[in-house]
């Protein structure tokens, strides 16, 4: 067990000289601030403001509500193909994140996405969807009991045909945007600026926790620590496509479980 504190094996690809390639260092630090600030990055300055404004209001934190999936037109099919383009969107920022990796010379596989998923992938999917999925639930209740949480809903889409199909979609888009843009993409390119492996685990778990700020402090800390967790994994095992299902695992059950019961229960904010 003490050997997960610790990093894996040699970093994949090896940093870059320091002095050797001036302008290449420049240029993916340049490309790191840039992706970060069209995707992920910029949520986290969203969703800090988002904090900052539901501190500012009279009602704690505990009595406010926020979203997570929403209708966004009132018209039926509308609001399918804007579900649909949501998605669509997170994937793509993760294959921004796959395709800025291959076109600098790294294979997929050594950044944990083989073409082929082993069998192992599913019991490490499997087991980190316990992991975290538990006491993650009992963590946000508390915290919201305690009033450092807001209330969220994961879905308040209407009763509609499609409302499993698109949450499972924008449970798949969070995955995959999430674990290759702030695991794979962003820890392998801060080891290629010759950044140490627990530094690397650090930035990316604060940056997974800030783009979760506007559910409250709870969603920031839980986060955080689902970020190190992932990040480690990932450091130690070098395979991404289990942090992927199981983050799909996670959102599915949280999307499409609190729409089926949270009329039925009770104990849900």
Do not use: C
């Amino acid at each position: 067990m003490r050997r997960w504190f610790t990093p894996g094996s040699a970093p994949v690809p090896p940093p870059i000289p320091t002095g050797d390639d001036a302008r290449r260092r420049r240029m993916l630090t340049v490309e790191v601030v840039i992706v970060f600030t069209i995707t992920l990055g910029l949520s986290g300055a969203r969703s800090l403001l988002s904090l900052v404004d539901s501190l500012l209001r009279p009602e704690t934190l505990s009595d406010q509500q926020v979203a997570i999936n929403t209708s966004q037109a009132t018209n039926e099919i509308i609001d399918l193909l804007l579900q649909l383009l949501s998605a669509t969107q997170l994937v793509a920022w993760g294959a921004l994140g796959v395709y800025l990796l291959w076109r600098g010379g790294a294979k997929l596989a050594e950044v944990g996405l083989p073409r082929r998923p082993q069998a192992a992938d599913l019991r490490w999917s499997v087991a980190l969807t316990a992991l975290i999925g538990i006491p993650g639930l009992l963590f946000y209740l508390a915290t919201w009991q305690f009033g450092l949480n807001l209330a969220v809903q994961p879905s308040t889409l209407g009763e509609t045909w499609w409302r499993p199909i698109t949450l499972t979609l924008s449970a798949f888009g969070n995955g995959f945007a999430e674990e290759v843009l702030v695991v794979g993409y962003l820890i392998t390119r801060l080891r290629q600026l010759g950044m140490g492996e627990n530094t690397s685990l650090i930035i990316s778990a604060v940056l997974r926790g800030s783009y979760h700020l506007y559910q409250g402090f709870g969603g920031f800390l839980g986060n955080v620590a689902m970020g190190l967790i992932f990040g480690r994994v990932w450091q130690r095992t070098n395979r991404l496509w289990p942090l992927v299902a199981a983050h799909t695992l996670l959102d599915v059950v949280a999307f499409v479980g609190y729409a089926l019961v949270r009329d039925h229960v009770s104990w849900l904010p």
